[in-house]
């Protein structure tokens, strides 16, 4: 015998254990389970009002879903009911079977019981699919207009989820929304203003056509403003009548008044009356006042009724309730674009607002504090925001790292202010600054010749302070490799100008610890292959090491980690006595692309000492791929001046020879990135491409007798790659192949190369003059001697010449990136 | 519009539970969990919502009971809460003086209830009379069947 409703919640209710009350549900759904088997259909309204329960209570209860259907096809309105709240609760309209009900749910949209009519509008508003909806529209725009307002609203929502659901009929209830905005039941007048604000999000081309129902909304408006309570009893809320229409009205005038004039004075007035009117002291006002405020920062309004907006916000901001305050800085978030003038005068409450104890509110003020920093006040907001870091939930300190990092990047005054900052921020949040910002702190070091002294010195010192901070440590180590030269010069001075005394001895101390204790120990083999890049890039800058380093690379060639013990073999390799010429090549400096920095370069470095040299003189590769110059007679000059204009502060003449892999010159590791001493314009070498942290080797290994093919030249149809290769007698053979992909042939083709003085260049004739359509057979074969045996790089300039479909074609390239020691 | 509506009890019970968008039965009670855990240790003294995902969670406590509403990114707080007082006015007024148990035993009268204010999220009557009326006639309704059935 199937017990009540209430004896199976009593008895759920009377279990003392979590296994006692399993035993009863399991106990009551074989009942149930059985009952519906059977076809019970006396007690089967109770039987799924007891399956609710045990529903809500995260019980499984699939098997009642068919009970549902069987429910809502009975002519019992107390089953029906039931049914229907099964169906909305046990079902979603994904679940399959819910096709089954739509014929059901159509019929009790037709029948004479208005509250048959509304568990059916019901059910499809709540979990129509898009099926249904499609099926069922006509229905529902027949009920739309109904006599009984009851049926008439919930048709209206129902035709919104239909707008929501299903694309190509957005526009089948537009006829009948005049009449909903017109309606006199609040009901209907609800219902209408949610279908229209959905059509408009989902089709705002519409909001032109519905320009001409501003006036009664605003007329509806004003009647709530003004009516008293005698006459709206029935919808005062503490005071106000309404405040749903009011808010629902407000939102739609907004998307109504946005980007128009006209439209905008239609509403100028009720939104000054509704914003002077409204009771701000309770929920229920403010509700109001928030919308308007919205509804007024959107819309064209006027500049009283904008001063009126901005006043409301103030007060909101400096309330004492957390909720108001919240939706304060929630229009401010949203109204950034629009009002700088009063996001700014608000500035100090907002940064108040980071120091609360509820989180929610400190969410809402971080974000409002990142649309404040402009370059104004760039240093007082990165002050705070720095200071906020100190403080901030681990789970803020990834975003605001990253959005610290973007604003100095974006409004730094200077350089060195840039980098002092970013050496705050990876001090105190160094395990969130993500890799990026890394890679883009180091090209920014690395493009600011006049501050590498500056920067290794502040950075080492924060390193030996504390090694925690991932991101500090893998600069850090980064730029003790690159820049090493100036700790140990001795001629580094401190801020007060006291001389700094820091040996060889001590930086390998430093690294040694940094391997010793990576900052995050899963990730030690990344901290590991910086190490090791750094180490032997000591190498060359700490002379007097060379055998520490050398046992301090060994500890990495066991390594399990296949690229830290491929890196530290190779690295090994290099320390021996064979490489001795080429080293200092190798271990050059990174080269530098200006045009990756961003930001700051244009700005002055930021101390008045340095900043008499002008930026970025001294880096080498600037000038040389900014002056590819046009005539080939130009060539040995240009390629006989790498190292001019050594910088100030001790940079030694070095740092004019790197180049080459212009492409791959931010990565932290990406060390031989360039081959040495060839500073080639626009780096067709393969090194371009390799942008990845570990990509080390992109540039090739340089012990390659036979270097990969290299692409020269490549436009309009036309490519030229080449293929160098060492011969015994040190000699390079390079064979330049000539692909034509275009559909018609090239004729009179002729392909010269200059070379700088000292290579003497020797050119076989090419195999053909003219290249075929679609062929790749014409090769031509150049044989090179560099008289300096390859401490300079071998560099070509070359002219290209052809004529297509009988219009003649002259081009140049230069090509740097042939591999080390050609 | 309104994502879904919960009442969980401070014990962290569910004593209601309503989605308006679709949400698979097993993400529904890891949604109630998850924003339960949150919502439970949140103190007294701070703002009623929270964000949480895309979302924000509009709550606000009736002595055992916290009501939770779900609204999307731009929709009114304050308005939520009101939304939300306005159901806890007309349970009230049916129940006159509803607590705790009245919606344990009566949770299908709670969720006609809610089916009277709101429809696929989005608030359908804003008149409480209205709410009220509607219910108890189709609670007469329901009566009239039973004593027909009875007599039967």
């Known amino acids: 015998m199937s017990i009540k409703l209430r004896e199976l919640i009593r008895s759920i209710r009377a279990s003392k254990t979590a296994a006692e009350e399993r035993a009863v549900v399991a106990r009551e759904c074989a009942l149930i389970r059985t009952a519906f088997k059977e076809d019970d259909n006396q007690f089967r309204h109770r039987n799924v009002a007891k399956l609710l329960f045990i529903h809500m209570m995260g019980y499984p209860t699939h098997f009642g879903q068919m009970e549902c259907l069987k429910l809502i096809a009975s002519n019992k309105f107390p089953e029906k009911r039931v049914g229907y709240l099964g169906l909305t609760q046990l079902l979603d309209e994904n679940t399959e079977v819910l096709m089954l009900v739509t014929n059901s749910v159509k019929n009790d949209m037709n029948h004479d019981n208005q509250y048959v009519n509304g568990l059916a509008l019901c059910a499809l508003g709540n979990i129509g699919s898009n099926e249904m909806c499609r099926a069922l529209a006509r229905e529902v725009e027949n009920l739309m207009s109904s006599g009984n307002p009851y049926v008439r609203k919930k048709a209206a929502l129902c035709a919104m989820r239909i707008v929501r659901k299903v694309d190509e009929i957005e526009d089948k209830f537009n006829g009948k929304i005049g009449q909903l905005l017109e309606d006199r039941n609040h009901g209907v007048l609800l219902a209408g203003c949610s279908l229209l604000t959905t059509v408009l999000e989902v089709n705002p081309s519409y909001v032109k056509e519905f320009r001409r129902y501003i006036p009664p909304l605003v007329r509806a408006l004003r009647n709530m403003v003004t009516s008293g309570y005698s006459s709206a009893a029935e919808y005062d809320v503490a005071g106000i009548t309404d405040p749903f229409l009011q808010a629902k009205i407000l939102r739609l005038l907004r998307i109504l008044g946005e980007r128009s004039v006209d439209a905008s004075d239609e509403m100028n007035d009720i939104l000054a009356q509704v914003a002077t009117n409204t009771e701000g002291t309770k929920n229920t006002g403010n509700s109001i006042l928030y919308e308007c405020v919205l509804t007024i920062m959107s819309i064209e309004a006027e500049s009283g009724l904008r001063v009126l907006g901005v006043n409301i916000l103030g007060r909101f901001l400096l309330s004492r309730d957390n909720n108001i305050r919240y939706v304060a800085l929630a229009t401010l978030q949203r109204m950034v674009n629009v009002d700088q003038q009063v996001m700014q005068r608000h500035r100090n409450t907002i940064i108040e607002c980071l120091k609360d104890a509820d989180i929610s509110i400190r969410k809402r003020a971080l974000d409002v504090t990142y649309s404040l920093v402009d370059d104004a006040n760039i240093k007082s907001m990165t002050k705070e925001l720095l200071n906020y870091l100190l403080v901030a939930e681990p789970e803020f300190k990834e975003e605001l790292c990253s959005k610290i990092c973007m604003a100095v990047e974006k409004f730094s005054p200077s350089r060195r202010w840039q980098i002092d900052t970013l050496i705050k921020v990876m001090c105190l949040g160094g395990n969130f600054v993500k890799e990026p910002q890394r890679e883009k702190f180091c090209r920014v070091v690395a493009a600011t010749p006049e501050l590498h002294s500056y920067t290794v010195i502040k950075l080492y010192f924060n390193m030996k302070e504390s090694l925690t901070q991932e991101a500090l440590v893998h600069v850090g180590v980064w730029c003790l490799g690159e820049f090493g030269d100036h700790l140990v010069s001795g001629r580094a001075v401190g801020p007060d100008d006291q001389p700094i005394h820091v040996t060889a001895g001590d930086v390998l101390d430093l690294l040694h610890d940094v391997v010793r204790k990576p900052p995050c120990a899963e990730k030690a083999p990344a901290t590991h292959c910086l190490v090791s890049a750094a180490l032997i890039k000591l190498v060359t800058r700490c002379p007097s090491e060379f055998d520490r380093i050398r046992k301090l690379l060994r500890r990495f060639d066991g390594s399990l980690h296949v690229d830290l013990q491929q890196r530290s073999c190779e690295f090994l390799e290099l320390l021996s006595s064979e490489w001795d010429a080429h080293r200092a090549g190798i271990l050059d400096r990174m080269p530098v692309n200006d045009k990756e920095i961003g930001g700051a370069e244009t700005r002055a470095v930021g101390d008045s000492t340095i900043d008499g040299v002008p930026s970025g003189a001294g880096s080498g590769p600037g000038p040389m791929i900014g002056g590819g110059a046009k005539d080939l007679l130009d060539l040995n000059d240009l390629l006989d001046g790498p190292s001019a204009g050594p910088p100030a502060g001790g940079v030694p003449p070095t740092t004019g020879g790197a180049g080459g892999g212009g492409g791959g010159g931010g990565d932290l590791l990406d060390l031989l990135g360039g081959p040495p001493s060839a500073p080639g314009p626009s780096a067709p070498g393969p090194a371009a491409g390799g942008d990845g942290l570990l990509d080390i080797f992109s540039g090739g290994a340089p012990a390659a007798a036979e270097a990969p093919p290299m692409v020269a030249y490549e436009k309009n149809g036309l490519k030229i790659t080449l293929f160098p290769r060492k011969e015994a007698d040190g000699s390079v053979v390079v064979l330049a192949r000539f692909a034509n992909s275009l559909s018609c042939p090239l004729t009179n083709f002729v392909f010269e190369a200059a070379v700088p003085k000292y290579v003497t260049l020797t050119m076989q004739p090419a195999t053909g003059q003219v290249l075929p359509p679609q062929n790749d057979m014409v090769t031509q074969t150049m044989s090179c001697v560099n008289a300096t045996g390859g401490e300079k790089g071998l560099l070509m300039k070359l002219r290209i010449g052809y004529v297509c479909n009988g219009t003649p074609v002259q081009e140049m390239a230069q090509i740097g990136g042939f591999p080390p020691g050609y | ?152």
Not at chain 2, 4 to 32: A, H, N, Y
Not at chain 2, 53 to 80: H, M, P, Q, T, W
Not at chain 2, 90 to 103: A, H, I, Q, T
Request: net charge neutral; glycine share 4%.
């Open chain 2, 1 to 152: 519009m309104i994502q879904f509506i919960l009442l969980i009890s401070r014990q962290g019970k569910t004593r209601l539970k309503k989605w308006f968008v679709p949400c698979p039965e097993r993400d529904q009670f890891r949604t109630i969990k998850e924003v339960s855990s949150l919502i439970l240790s949140r103190s007294p003294k701070v703002c009623n919502f929270l964000e949480w995902r895309d979302y924000k969670l509009c709550y606000k406590r009736y002595a055992s009971l916290f009501f939770i509403a779900c609204v999307e990114g731009n929709d009114n707080e304050l308005l939520a809460l009101e939304t939300v007082h306005h159901f806890v006015e007309c349970l009230d007024r049916y129940f006159g003086n509803v607590c705790e148990l009245d919606l344990i035993f009566n949770f299908h009268k709670a969720y006609y209830i809610l089916d009277e204010i709101l429809i696929s999220g989005e608030l359908q009557e804003s008149s409480k009379r209205a709410v009220l009326h509607h219910i108890s006639e189709q609670d007469a309704m329901m009566q009239e069947n039973e004593q027909a059935k009875r007599k039967g």
